[in-house]
């Protein structure tokens, strides 16, 4: 039997309209869309695999969950458009300026016919950030930017520059102060793929000599970035600007990259079972880069979440715990080992042995995926930075992932997300039984049909935007809306 819109009852067809054009004006609504970090692989600690299923190891990472997809327009006037964020952007970038003169320009800017261009935060310059990128010191870099759409330079090794010193700094100066007390600018790193607190002044000019970095201006959407939290009373936190719901606090223990990934996948938390370790730029959307233990007594993140204190490597108290994401952070020789966390407390690392806060509460850095708890801290790189590999986790769902998922013929045992779907569609029934998927269009036509077991993913890459119904062995149909 063929689905078309016009054999479902009138009641079915009204709440058709009515729920989907309140999802469509909820999705439309919210001023701060996290854009997808653009992962679709999936990896355990050293290698890649293939999807894991429910319950097996490394089920819930980033790849499992879609979001919204990056997507950009190329306006032909050196201005490129995020259609997701409603940014826009300067396509190119020139030379690196000091933070000084990035104001001046932003201010003297016409571009493309606008004049209203500015310096971005580091919420929205982070925006642009994929984590497709891969770079293995001087052999092999992949941007972890669209180079389609935005052009990118390395840093000038003619000069002396090392290719990742081509880094993007932001508006946000960093409230608190790194290494020897510097002034210090937020930036994105698109080389390594890393949010990164870089000194204002060069080393040893007493802050007279300003640093100079790459800039790439923006406009519209004034709103982005800035959360709106409501307390839910119930141990969650929901951001209105982002359409994200959070676990208000920390449990308290520290886990490997694998466990917290099973801890989130089986939280129970607000009645709600939905929960999963969040991806880079969704956990980076709740830092409050206002805040630090610097200058707050607190972690870099609003005061209506509970983040559990530790001490740092010397036994000091007023340090915070890394938190992990579900992301991948391929750098390194084995690119696969390393996952993405982000840094509420100071982002500590040790320089002339001294264990020093090096690149500000609010960094994104990366930390083994796994290890003897016995061996860390240790210390990595340049900066020496503090790998703990024990890492605290704070869930996160989507607020309106169930409100707004609705069966038309009740089907209880099976779940379909994300609705509204985007490349992929994961299904997940509650027993072992194959069964029949079938994909038609508004029209009633059938696209495709084939078997599926639980957790499955579709791939939906094939299909155009549009309305499209779901039929899975005759019982349960869903109406979905493809982006």
Not at 257 to 276: P, Q, T, V
Not at 423 to 429: D, G, H, R, W, Y
Request: charged fraction near 20%; include cysteine.
């Amino acid at each position: 039997m063929k689905y078309k819109i016009m054999q479902f009852p009138k009641f079915i067809a009204l709440i058709c309209v009515l729920v989907f054009s309140l999802h469509i004006a909820f999705a439309q609504s919210l001023p701060y869309t996290i854009v997808d970090t653009d992962v679709s692989e999936f990896y355990s600690d050293d290698d890649i695999i293939s999807p894991p299923d429910a319950g097996l190891p490394f089920y819930g990472q980033d790849a499992w969950y879609v979001g919204n997809q990056p997507s950009y327009t190329d306006n032909g006037n050196g201005t490129i458009t995020d259609n997701i964020t409603g940014l826009m952007w300067q396509k190119e970038m020139q030379e690196k300026i000091t933070y000084a003169d990035a104001y001046i320009k932003a201010d003297t800017l016409t571009l493309g016919t606008y004049t209203d261009w500015r310096v971005p935060t580091i919420k929205e310059l982070y925006s642009l950030i994929l984590f497709t990128g891969r770079v293995q010191g001087a052999t092999y870099v992949e941007k972890f930017i669209d180079v389609d759409y935005f052009d990118q330079p390395l840093g000038n090794t003619d000069l002396g520059e090392r290719e990742i010193d081509a880094q993007t700094w932001s508006s946000t100066q960093y409230i608190g102060l790194t290494m020897n007390g510097d002034s210090t600018v937020f930036g994105v790193n698109f080389i390594d793929g890393r949010i990164k607190g870089y000194p204002k002044y060069k080393p040893g000019s007493s802050n007279t000599i300003s640093k100079t970095m790459y800039f790439r201006m923006v406009r519209g959407n004034p709103e982005y970035g800035i959360n709106n939290f409501i307390a839910n009373q119930d141990e969650t936190i929901s951001d209105i600007a982002t359409g994200l719901m959070w676990q208000e606090a920390d449990d308290g223990l520290l886990r490997n990259w694998e466990e917290s990934l099973s801890y989130a996948e089986s939280l129970e938390l607000g009645d709600y079972n939905d929960w999963r370790l969040p991806n880079a730029k969704e956990l980076q959307s709740i830092v409050d880069y206002s805040r630090s233990p610097q200058t707050s007594n607190s972690p870099a993140i609003d005061p209506l979440f509970s983040t559990t204190e530790i001490e740092d490597p010397n036994g000091n108290a007023g340090q915070y715990p890394y938190f992990w994401t579900s992301t991948t952070h391929q750098d390194g020789i084995n690119p696969y080992s390393s996952a993405v966390y982000i840094a509420f407390g100071e982002a500590q690392g040790i320089m002339l042995d001294k264990l020093l806060d090096v690149h500000g509460a609010g960094a994104q850095r990366s930390d083994p995926k796994s290890g003897d708890i016995d061996d860390y801290p240790q210390y990595f790189g340049p900066q020496g930075d503090v790998r703990y590999v024990y890492n605290a986790v704070r869930c996160v769902r989507n607020v309106n992932s169930s409100s707004l998922e609705t069966n038309f013929i009740k089907n209880p045992g099976i779940n379909i997300y994300p609705i509204p779907a985007t490349s992929f569609l994961k299904i997940e029934t509650n027993d072992d039984l194959p069964h029949q998927l079938e994909i038609y269009s508004i029209e009633g036509q059938l696209l495709e049909s084939q078997e599926i077991s639980n957790s499955s993913r579709i791939d939906l890459s094939h299909l155009g935007a549009g309305v499209y119904f779901i039929n899975i062995d005759k019982h349960g149909i869903r109406k979905f809306i493809k982006i």
